[in-house]
């Protein structure tokens, strides 16, 4: 199993950036793809960005292909998202997951395709 722990989000001004971290505990990290998501308030959970056990893959939405860089450490068990040129409709709890150890990459956006999930982290944008 693999427990994330998610770090960095706060309060920014529009066109600023942040750097949210996950620290996965257990020894299947690098055997796992990993997920960023995020919920803003009255909305559902959404899918931000994906990336492959090895990193080599990386997977975006739409409304963040740009701006957001997924990135892993698999030597740290930690999983980073670097967020630039915040907007305000950028706010919301962002929620690092796991996948399963059996992963359908072309079904990286979806959130039961991941098992394990962090207790999220406060994302503000201030216009």
């Known amino acids: 199993q693999v427990q994330p722990v998610e770090s960095g989000g706060g309060l920014v001004q529009a066109g600023g950036s942040l750097r949210l971290s996950c620290a996965a505990s257990g020894r299947t990290f690098s055997s796992r793809a990993m997920g960023w998501f995020r919920q803003a308030p009255g909305k559902e959970r959404e899918f931000v960005a994906a990336?492959?056990?090895?990193?080599?893959?990386?997977y975006y939405a739409d409304s963040v292909k740009g701006r957001f860089t997924i990135s892993r450490d698999n030597a740290k068990n930690t999983v980073y998202l670097q967020m630039n040129s915040l907007k305000p409709e950028d706010t919301a709890v962002f929620y690092c997951?796991?996948?399963?150890?059996?992963?359908?990459?072309?079904?990286?956006?979806?959130?039961?395709?991941?098992?394990?999930w962090g207790q999220g982290t406060q994302v503000t944008v201030s216009s």
């Open positions: 990336i492959s056990r090895s990193g080599g893959s990386t």
């Open positions: 997951a796991a996948s399963a150890l059996i992963f359908n990459s072309g079904r990286y956006y979806r959130a039961d395709e991941y098992g394990y």
